[in-house]
């Protein structure tokens, strides 16, 4: 199993950035497809992004399309999501999740997952 935990949270002015990283450990990384999911208050958790165990296949939700890039960094464990034209609507705790079989868009197919980091875009 990995071991990761989110971080890069924060409040940030709507059409600000943010970038948020999810570090991985335990074992091999390149051996995980990797997802970003996000829940805001009231809401249930959502897709947000992933990318496969090699990087070359890559799906957004439809609604961050276009404004956020989710990479990752095999040598060094991590996956990141870069948040340009950040919303009001993008607040919400993001979390980051991994599963060895599945690039998928829904959030049962992960078996692991970070604790979150919390995202708040003001108007």
């Known amino acids: 199993q990995i071991q990761l935990v989110e971080s890069g949270g924060g409040l940030v002015q709507t059409g600000g950035s943010l970038r948020l990283s999810c570090a991985a450990s335990?074992?091999?990384?390149?051996?995980?497809?990797m997802g970003w999911f996000r829940q805001a208050p009231g809401k249930e958790r959502e897709f947000v992004a992933t990318?496969?165990?090699?990087?070359?296949?890559?799906i957004y939700a439809t609604s961050v399309k276009g404004r956020f890039t989710i990479s990752r960094d095999n040598a060094k464990n991590t996956v990141s999501l870069q948040m340009n034209s950040l919303k009001p609507e993008d607040t919400a705790v993001y979390y980051c999740?991994?599963?060895?079989?599945?690039?998928?868009?829904?959030?049962?197919?992960?078996?692991?997952w970070g604790q979150g980091t919390q995202v708040t875009v003001s108007s």
């Open positions: 999740a991994g599963d060895r079989y599945y690039s998928s868009t829904r959030e049962y197919d992960y078996d692991y």
């Open positions: 990318i496969n165990r090699s990087g070359n296949n890559i």
């Open positions: 335990g074992r091999t990384f390149s051996n995980y497809n």
